[in-house]
């Protein structure tokens, strides 16, 4: 296993990237551990968990609520979990936002660690520390940022995904690459049938550059004053596409990459050739899906995002593979924008 340390103010986090998720149990406390995963990964890998009581929540965003917490704050009580107890997460990104969240929370904060079994957490939602709930519609409205002791990424896991889940962690991958990482995006470009394959060690090279890349931003900006912003490429318009269809988070940022790309390019900031070869790679994974916003909505949604401040929106643009540029720009600017291109295609 190949490991990426996080330090950042007061914490390390440590993760380790390869086969095995089945040794957590030595990274374990004696006692007072306790599993929160959901119902598909209990039936899928219940058997190998460590003998340690289980908490399972229904799949799905519909469970990342504070209903759910309440109700999981409730059963550690009953098991009897004190300060010195463990959470350990074993699922997604909804499962690590959640237990997360109830780790950071539950007698003021306890321990934990995620065993991270999508490609979505693994490339993106398990490595950070950001955790936490939606508020009815709004996404991760309520929350903090709180490192795990440590996180697992076993790729062998990725198996056992379906298609759709799959594709749509490979849509973060992407973003990681166009931001940070130009022989990431070149590898992903090249790698076709590799990647529609899942080939292990593919896969397990492209999640460690993944997590290498967002953990150095993370250990150098935590809290998001600067740099972290950038992880954000796509996710303007994302949020407000995911908001208002049905599409799984990583299509609908593939979506608002598209129109990050567009306008990085309106913008003069990113050269043609550049913006064709982010479009057609979006395009060949099947991650660009149509949908029908009209752009009053879309100034709905934008105006909505948390991290607006003021009229304004720091947007992220691409300015070259592999690099990106994060600037402050008026909400009607990106309305105008969202126009021009809904009225060209
Ligand atoms: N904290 C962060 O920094 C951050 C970053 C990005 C996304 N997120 C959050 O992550 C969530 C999305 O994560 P996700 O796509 O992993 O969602 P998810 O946890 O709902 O997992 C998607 C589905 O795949 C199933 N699944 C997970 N691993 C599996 C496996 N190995 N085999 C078979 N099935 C498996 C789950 O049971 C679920 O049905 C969103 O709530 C999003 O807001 C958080």
């Given at each position: 296993m190949e490991k990426i340390i996080i330090n950042t103010p007061g914490s390390r986090s440590e993760i380790h990237i390869g086969a095995g998720w089945e040794?957590?149990?030595?990274?374990?406390?004696?006692?007072?551990?306790?599993?929160?995963?959901?119902?598909?990964?209990?039936?899928?890998?219940?058997?190998?968990?460590?003998?340690?009581?289980?908490?399972?929540?229904?799949?799905?965003?519909?469970?990342?609520?504070?209903?759910?917490?309440e109700q999981l704050a409730d059963k550690l009580l009953e098991a009897g979990i004190d300060r010195n107890g463990f959470i350990l997460a074993v699922g997604g990104g909804v499962v690590c936002d959640l237990a997360g969240f109830l780790a950071s929370v539950y007698l003021r904060g306890v321990r934990c660690g995620y065993v991270?079994?999508?490609?979505?957490?693994?490339?993106?939602?398990?490595?950070?520390?950001?955790?936490?709930?939606?508020?009815?519609?709004?996404?991760?409205?309520?929350?903090?940022?709180?490192?795990?002791?440590?996180?697992?990424?076993?790729?062998?896991?990725?198996?056992?995904?379906?298609?759709?889940?799959?594709?749509?962690?490979?849509?973060?991958?992407?973003?990681?690459?166009?931001?940070?990482?130009?022989?990431?995006?070149?590898?992903?470009?090249?790698?076709?049938?590799?990647?529609?394959?899942?080939?292990?060690?593919?896969?397990?090279?492209?999640?460690?550059?993944?997590?290498?890349?967002?953990?150095?931003?993370?250990?150098?900006?935590?809290?998001?004053?600067?740099?972290?912003?950038?992880?954000?490429?796509?996710?303007?318009?994302?949020?407000?596409?995911?908001?208002?269809?049905?599409?799984?988070?990583?299509?609908?940022?593939?979506?608002g990459m598209e129109l990050a790309t567009y306008f990085s390019l309106d913008r003069g900031l990113l050269d043609e050739n550049s913006a064709v070869?982010?479009?057609?790679?979006?395009k060949k994974f099947g991650l660009l899906r149509d949908y029908d916003i009209s752009h009053t909505q879309i100034e709905r949604l934008v105006t909505h995002d948390k991290k607006k401040a003021g009229s304004s929106i720091h947007f992220v643009f691409s300015d070259g593979i592999g690099n990106a540029v994060v600037e402050k720009i008026s909400i009607p600017e990106i309305i105008d924008f969202y126009k021009r291109f809904k009225d060209k295609t």
């Open positions: 040794s957590v149990g030595t990274l374990l406390p004696g006692s007072g551990v306790v599993i929160v995963t959901d119902d598909n990964i209990k039936r899928l890998y219940g058997d190998k968990f460590p003998d340690v009581p289980v908490l399972s929540v229904v799949p799905g965003e519909d469970s990342k609520k504070l209903t759910v917490i991270s079994s999508s490609l979505l957490s693994q490339v993106d939602a398990s490595t950070g520390g950001k955790n936490g709930v939606n508020l009815g519609g709004t996404k991760n409205i309520i929350g903090i940022i709180r490192q795990p002791e440590f996180v697992i990424c076993d790729t062998a896991m990725l198996f056992t995904l379906s298609e759709e889940e799959y594709l749509s962690g490979l849509a973060e991958m992407i973003k990681t690459a166009i931001i940070g990482d130009a022989e990431l995006f070149d590898l992903i470009e090249n790698s076709f049938k590799g990647i529609k394959e899942r080939d292990y060690d593919l896969l397990t090279d492209m999640v460690y550059r993944s997590v290498k890349f967002k953990a150095a931003v993370v250990t150098e900006d935590e809290r998001e004053t600067g740099l972290r912003r950038i992880l954000n490429f796509g996710h303007t318009f994302g949020h407000a596409i995911e908001m208002q269809t049905q599409f799984k988070h990583g299509f609908a940022v593939a979506s070869r982010i479009i057609n790679l979006l």
